[in-house]
């Protein structure tokens, strides 16, 4: 009998603990049934870096660009008309950047800027596919906002700076939307497609092509501008993607680069010291800006791994971390280039939170 009660006493106190408990996660149900997520702490700002996680020599490298970086900005109008015209006078990019129908012809030539010893004959088909006309106006645009993918873009507020510029140029696909909106814009004259991207990213158009179509969206009616020329491999891919926005209705305007163009632009370049075997997307698109704006400013260019402002890390792009192709790009080199050219007074460079 004593042995019964006791098992009894045991399972009326396993009840009360379990009803307890019950009535705890009841109310706190209660409490929260309007769908209120309960409060957590404020997310907390990275601590700036110490140096060990600095990359090798940046902290010095890093002082002396804001040095030069920091003197008061002024456009200096003999220097920018001067640069101008050199750039202009040696590539010609608003006559012969982009192929048209114009000046590529069925039975012409095109020789490759990468391979220059790989031509590809203009067929009926080939020819088809290039601009009708020239995609730029016949007047400069006032103010031009090309924009790169650096980290440096993370959490600046730039969006709306950049939004307002009459023309904005951007790099590779990058995403505009889920947040990164307030941070680098969404408007957009014309953006880049780097080939390596439509493999990595659509399996090079080989298979479904809607995800392709449906991630520029974004992008509006802009212009894409790709490399079909460069190399042999990245022909048909950038075929590909022509195809697949015309047959699939896409607003936006595909169109081509010229490898006469780049390959002016890149003894253009040498000739101003750039020693990488092949400029960056971001230089190109600078470049393209010189002769088409007036007022040119750059946003998320900064090649290096940790902020200007307190030498907090970075990840290489404002949405991934992805290293570049440092023997192909000499991204440094270049960014020593466009400081000279801010620091004259050809260009600005923007630098940190907006």
């Known amino acids: 009998m004593r042995r019964q009660f006791s098992k009894s006493l045991i399972f009326l106190m396993i009840t009360l603990l379990c009803f307890g408990s019950l009535l705890t996660t009841f109310s706190w149900y209660t409490l929260n049934s309007n769908n209120v997520e309960p409060h957590r702490p404020p997310r907390q700002k990275k601590s700036p870096p110490k140096p060990s996680e600095l990359c090798r020599g940046c902290r010095e490298v890093i002082d002396k660009v804001m040095k030069r970086y920091s003197q008061p900005w002024k456009k200096n109008d003999y220097n920018y008309h001067k640069f ?7 590539c010609h990019g608003f006559d012969k950047a982009i192929i048209t129908q114009a000046n590529t ?8 800027d990468g391979e220059k010893k790989k031509t590809l004959n203009v ?3 080939i020819f088809s596919t290039f601009a009708k006309e020239h995609p730029f106006p016949n007047k400069t645009w006032e103010t031009c906002a090309v924009v790169g993918n650096g980290g440096i873009l993370s959490d600046s507020g730039c969006g709306k700076m950049i939004d307002s510029a009459q023309f904005v140029i951007r790099c590779n696909l990058p995403p505009l939307v ?7 814009g969404v408007k957009t004259g014309l953006v880049t497609a780097n080939p390596s991207i439509l493999t990595k990213k659509f399996g090079a158009l080989a298979g479904r092509r809607l995800p392709f179509v449906e991630s520029l969206q974004i992008y509006g009616n802009s212009l894409m501008l790709l490399p079909a020329f460069s190399f042999g491999h990245t022909t048909p891919v950038c075929m590909r993607a022509a195809y697949t926005i015309e047959e699939l209705q896409s607003p936006m305007r595909p169109v081509f680069f010229n490898p006469d163009y780049l390959r002016s632009l890149a003894l253009f370049w040498r000739s101003q010291g750039l020693r990488a075997p092949r400029p960056s997307s971001g230089i190109m698109m600078v470049s393209l800006a010189l002769e088409l704006c007036d007022d040119v400013h750059l946003y998320g260019f900064w090649p290096f791994s940790n902020h200007p402002h307190g030498l907090h890390t970075l990840t290489n792009h404002y949405y991934d971390d992805v290293k570049a192709l440092q023997w192909f790009h000499a991204m440094p080199a270049e960014f020593d280039l466009l400081l000279q050219l801010h620091s004259q007074g050809v260009l600005r460079l923007h630098l940190g939170d907006c």
Request: hydrophobic fraction near 25%; proline fraction near 4%.
């Open 105 to 112: 012809p069925v039975g012409s030539k095109i020789v490759y």
């Open 178 to 184: 889920n947040g990164y909106e307030e941070h680098v």
């Open 123 to 125: 067929t009926e088909e």
């Open 84 to 90: 101008r015209l050199k750039m202009s006078s040696e």
